[in-house]
């Protein structure tokens, strides 16, 4: 699923109640079980069994209600049964199970003559409330029966009571009928068929078995453990070191109790194995081997970018950000060739590319970097060939109130000769009419009237479609002067610029009046971004209102700045911009026009107008590493000649209004009009979280593509 996060948007919580459904009438389970050794010690001379049950196949799950699991054994061989741990199904388990009552072995017994034991292992469903516990395919331990061994050479089997052997191995399912007040039926379970029994000789349980234990450590890094963990009988074993066995690699550190350390020669990467005795009590021991794999640094060979004007050569070395650092070599066999120019290769990465004369475009070679072991691993690295790009200046004219004047905006451009001035769209300005042809000769009328200052920005490209932006500026003089001009401009200030969910930040706003005349009737508009809490305001002057964003003001007298202060909470993650602007004032202004930037998105002609600003601020947003999360973020409307960066370097080929993010770090942009974001600079900061994120919430368009499998 797509979602889309934008500046008008707000952060929606569907709620989703589930609607209970008891659906199921009829018994569905059918149920195995099996007895399964879980220790012995022949010290103290105990067996511990574990009693357990699983579903039958995925057809047959079900939830467990009483339940009795019976099975015979040899008195003359174990005696005494005790429940040392009961680990599911009963109120005293690890994890409680609060709707059953403790386990009991009631009915468990020996015969009179001594010969046959049974254990009934018995579970009891309260039945309070609907908590009954699934059964599904996979066997839970129900139990752990420890048996007391009295004759250390004989044999025992443990044997179960099947479904047909009275009395019988069996249970019943719980099937709820109603929520509230709660209850259920409780029919009988059918047995699937499945009765694992377990013999044993118990003296084949005291003899030791040493298995093969393996590690595994970076390079020049000790590692710890004990050979005896997966060893048996548990805590009746002793490690021989005399002889003390010696690595070919490494040095050891070994105790009788198993415990060692293993720290690898300096350098070496590969296998290291030492062989190591164990005993019992009885001295009867047995032999494996200690086997540790000692890893290099991890092979990362990563692409490469590059950019390089027309006809100049590039040099750099393609394994500056491969790892490991000074370990890797290049393979130049078979040589990497480029389609668009030529290339010098060595085997430490050093190259050489000379574009073709007079290519613009991308050329890329794909390379091959190996280890010390013969690990390899390949990547591209890609070169961007840019034209010469145009030298686009500003221009300036001067002529009277209601007097045309003409001219050719490329005649401080460069190259002479080499540009084309782009009509599509037009521009416009305020207080005139303009005819501009593609060679950049132009004429300027302003409108009747009007005395004070116009403006156009126009855009150049060359021969190959680099473009380069510039404004021309008309000053149309008059007579007299407008009456009482003011000059109105507008700063703005953010308290902090990386912040977390949950922080205060206070934006200032300070409207100064530049002129010496006084300003009547000023207001000021301060766009508050979706994604922030308004807190509070202060100020000197004025009051402001939070539901419309007015900052009613009144007078400023010449040469006065006065001050609002606005305090937020961040609600969310992402890049915040507050905005604000003059939105009334009697008098005219010298240089800009009230109320024309917020509803646009930009001023008429951001070159003259000083009565809007903003800042902003950023919450880094989280990114589901690895596991296929994506988010597409996007430039304002307007810009042109954009560059995405990633930590502070252009990414080579991204130059669109969109880019898809998929890694962690720090995104911004360059544009023909401004830089990162044009609105002032504040980054698309993504960074690291765990796979179950929260909702984000963005002041402008992000697009997420792709979500982490959860």
């Given at each position: 699923m797509r979602k889309v996060l934008a500046a008008t948007l707000t952060c929606l919580i569907v709620l989703l109640w589930a609607i209970p459904s008891f659906a199921q009438t009829t018994p569905v389970g059918k149920f195995d079980v099996r007895l399964k050794l879980k220790s012995n010690n022949?010290?103290?001379?105990?067996?511990?069994?574990?009693?357990?049950?699983?579903?039958?196949?995925?057809?047959?799950?079900?939830?467990?209600?009483?339940?009795?699991?019976?099975?015979?054994?040899?008195?003359?061989?174990?005696?005494?049964?005790?429940n040392i741990s009961q680990e599911t199904f009963s109120n005293i388990a690890p994890a409680s199970d609060a709707n059953y009552s403790a386990q009991t072995l009631t009915g468990s017994k020996v015969s009179t003559d001594g010969t046959q034991g049974i254990v009934s292992l018995n579970v009891l469903y309260s039945g309070s409330n609907a908590g009954a516990k699934q059964v599904g395919v996979d066997y839970i331990t129900v139990a752990c029966i420890e048996f007391d061994v009295i004759k250390t050479d004989g044999c025992v089997n443990f044997k179960w009571h099947t479904d047909n052997d009275f009395p019988i191995t069996g249970m019943n399912e719980i099937i709820q009928t109603s929520a509230d007040p709660y209850d259920y039926t409780n029919p009988s379970v059918p047995a699937g068929g499945v009765f694992e029994n377990y013999n044993v000789c118990v003296n084949t349980l005291c003899v030791p078995v040493i298995n093969k234990d393996l590690a595994t450590t970076p390079m020049n890094t000790p590692v710890s453990g004990n050979v005896l963990t997966n060893d048996t009988p548990t805590g009746g074993l002793t490690v021989k070191i005399s002889p003390f066995p010696t690595p070919l690699h490494g040095s050891l550190q070994l105790s009788t109790n198993g415990a060692y350390t293993y720290t690898p020669t300096t350098g070496y990467v590969g296998k290291d194995?030492?062989?190591?005795?164990?005993?019992?009590?009885?001295?009867?021991?047995?032999?494996?081997?200690?086997?540790?794999?000692?890893?290099?640094?991890?092979?990362?060979?990563?692409?490469?970018?590059?950019?390089?004007?027309?006809?100049?050569?590039?040099?750099?070395?393609?394994?500056?950000?491969?790892?490991?650092?000074?370990?890797?070599?290049?393979?130049?066999?078979?040589?990497?060739?480029?389609?668009?120019?030529?290339?010098?290769?060595?085997?430490?990465?050093?190259?050489?590319?000379?574009?073709?004369?007079?290519?613009?475009?991308?050329?890329?070679?794909?390379?091959?970097?190996?280890?010390?072991?013969?690990?390899?691993?390949?990547?591209?690295?890609?070169?961007?060939?840019?034209?010469?790009?145009?030298?686009v200046n500003p221009d300036t004219y001067s002529t009277n109130a209601g007097t045309p004047v003409s001219g050719n905006v490329l005649t401080n451009d460069t190259p002479t000769g080499g540009l084309t001035v782009k009509i599509s769209p037009f521009p416009t300005p305020l207080h005139g009419s303009l005819q501009l042809s593609t060679n950049g000769a132009f004429t300027y009328t302003p409108t009747a009237g009007?005395?004070?200052?116009?403006?156009?920005?126009?855009?150049?490209?060359?021969?190959?479609?680099?473009?380069?932006?510039?404004?021309?500026?008309?000053?149309?003089?008059?007579?007299?002067?407008?009456?009482?001009?003011?000059d109105l401009s507008l700063i703005k200030t953010v308290s902090i610029k990386k912040a977390t969910v949950g922080d205060l930040i206070t934006f200032t706003v300070s409207v100064t009046n530049q002129s010496t005349n006084t300003a009547t009737g000023v207001s000021v508009k301060d766009y508050m971004p979706a994604g922030v809490l308004y807190k509070s305001y202060s100020t000197s002057t004025g009051t402001y209102n939070n539901n419309t964003g007015i900052w009613t003001i009144g007078n400023i007298s010449g040469q006065q700045t006065i001050n609002l202060v606005i305090t937020v909470q961040a609600q969310g993650e992402g890049t915040f911009f507050n905005r604000a602007e003059v939105w009334t004032c009697n008098e005219s202004?010298?240089?800009?026009?009230?109320?024309?930037?917020?509803?646009?998105?930009?001023?008429?002609?951001?070159?003259?107008?000083?009565?809007?600003?903003?800042?902003?601020?950023?919450?880094?947003?989280?990114?589901?590493?690895?596991?296929?999360?994506?988010?597409?973020?996007s430039v304002p409307t307007g810009y042109t000649g954009i560059q995405w960066y990633k930590n502070g370097s252009p990414i080579a080929g991204e130059t669109g209004t969109t880019l898809t993010v998929s890694t962690v770090g720090s995104y911004t942009f360059t544009t023909l009009e401004g830089t990162c974001p044009a609105g002032g600079c504040c980054p698309a900061e993504f960074v690291p979280i765990d796979c179950c994120k929260p909702t984000l919430c963005v002041p402008y368009a992000v697009i997420k593509t792709k979500s982490a499998k959860k």
């Amino acid at each position: 699923m797509r979602k889309v996060l934008a500046a008008t948007l707000t952060c929606l919580i569907v709620l989703l109640w589930a609607i209970p459904s008891f659906a199921q009438t009829t018994p569905v389970g059918k149920f195995d079980v099996r007895l399964k050794l879980k220790s012995n010690n022949c010290v103290a001379k105990k067996v511990v069994l574990q009693v357990q049950v699983k579903a039958h196949d995925a057809n047959s799950t079900f939830k467990l209600g009483d339940a009795n699991f019976r099975f015979d054994y040899d008195p003359t061989v174990v005696i005494n049964p005790k429940n040392i741990s009961q680990e599911t199904f009963s109120n005293i388990a690890p994890a409680s199970d609060a709707n059953y009552s403790a386990q009991t072995l009631t009915g468990s017994k020996v015969s009179t003559d001594g010969t046959q034991g049974i254990v009934s292992l018995n579970v009891l469903y309260s039945g309070s409330n609907a908590g009954a516990k699934q059964v599904g395919v996979d066997y839970i331990t129900v139990a752990c029966i420890e048996f007391d061994v009295i004759k250390t050479d004989g044999c025992v089997n443990f044997k179960w009571h099947t479904d047909n052997d009275f009395p019988i191995t069996g249970m019943n399912e719980i099937i709820q009928t109603s929520a509230d007040p709660y209850d259920y039926t409780n029919p009988s379970v059918p047995a699937g068929g499945v009765f694992e029994n377990y013999n044993v000789c118990v003296n084949t349980l005291c003899v030791p078995v040493i298995n093969k234990d393996l590690a595994t450590t970076p390079m020049n890094t000790p590692v710890s453990g004990n050979v005896l963990t997966n060893d048996t009988p548990t805590g009746g074993l002793t490690v021989k070191i005399s002889p003390f066995p010696t690595p070919l690699h490494g040095s050891l550190q070994l105790s009788t109790n198993g415990a060692y350390t293993y720290t690898p020669t300096t350098g070496y990467v590969g296998k290291d194995s030492v062989q190591y005795e164990a005993c019992d009590a009885s001295n009867v021991c047995g032999k494996a081997w200690l086997v540790i794999t000692v890893t290099g640094p991890s092979l990362a060979v990563n692409r490469d970018v590059y950019t390089t004007p027309m006809n100049t050569p590039i040099s750099s070395n393609v394994l500056t950000n491969d790892t490991p650092s000074g370990g890797l070599t290049v393979k130049i066999s078979p040589f990497p060739t480029p389609l668009h120019g030529s290339l010098q290769l060595s085997t430490n990465g050093v190259f050489t590319y000379t574009p073709s004369t007079g290519y613009v475009g991308k050329d890329s070679i794909q390379y091959e970097a190996c280890d010390a072991n013969n690990n390899c691993a390949k990547a591209w690295a890609v070169f961007t060939i840019t034209g010469a790009a145009p030298v686009v200046n500003p221009d300036t004219y001067s002529t009277n109130a209601g007097t045309p004047v003409s001219g050719n905006v490329l005649t401080n451009d460069t190259p002479t000769g080499g540009l084309t001035v782009k009509i599509s769209p037009f521009p416009t300005p305020l207080h005139g009419s303009l005819q501009l042809s593609t060679n950049g000769a132009f004429t300027y009328t302003p409108t009747a009237g009007y005395v004070g200052k116009d403006s156009i920005q126009y855009e150049a490209c060359n021969g190959n479609n680099v473009c380069g932006k510039a404004w021309v500026v008309f000053t149309v003089n008059g007579a007299t002067p407008p009456t009482n001009p003011v000059d109105l401009s507008l700063i703005k200030t953010v308290s902090i610029k990386k912040a977390t969910v949950g922080d205060l930040i206070t934006f200032t706003v300070s409207v100064t009046n530049q002129s010496t005349n006084t300003a009547t009737g000023v207001s000021v508009k301060d766009y508050m971004p979706a994604g922030v809490l308004y807190k509070s305001y202060s100020t000197s002057t004025g009051t402001y209102n939070n539901n419309t964003g007015i900052w009613t003001i009144g007078n400023i007298s010449g040469q006065q700045t006065i001050n609002l202060v606005i305090t937020v909470q961040a609600q969310g993650e992402g890049t915040f911009f507050n905005r604000a602007e003059v939105w009334t004032c009697n008098e005219s202004d010298t240089d800009s026009k009230p109320a024309n930037t917020l509803l646009t998105g930009q001023p008429t002609n951001p070159i003259l107008e000083d009565d809007n600003a903003s800042a902003c601020f950023y919450v880094p947003i989280g990114l589901c590493t690895g596991s296929g999360d994506a988010y597409e973020i996007s430039v304002p409307t307007g810009y042109t000649g954009i560059q995405w960066y990633k930590n502070g370097s252009p990414i080579a080929g991204e130059t669109g209004t969109t880019l898809t993010v998929s890694t962690v770090g720090s995104y911004t942009f360059t544009t023909l009009e401004g830089t990162c974001p044009a609105g002032g600079c504040c980054p698309a900061e993504f960074v690291p979280i765990d796979c179950c994120k929260p909702t984000l919430c963005v002041p402008y368009a992000v697009i997420k593509t792709k979500s982490a499998k959860k």
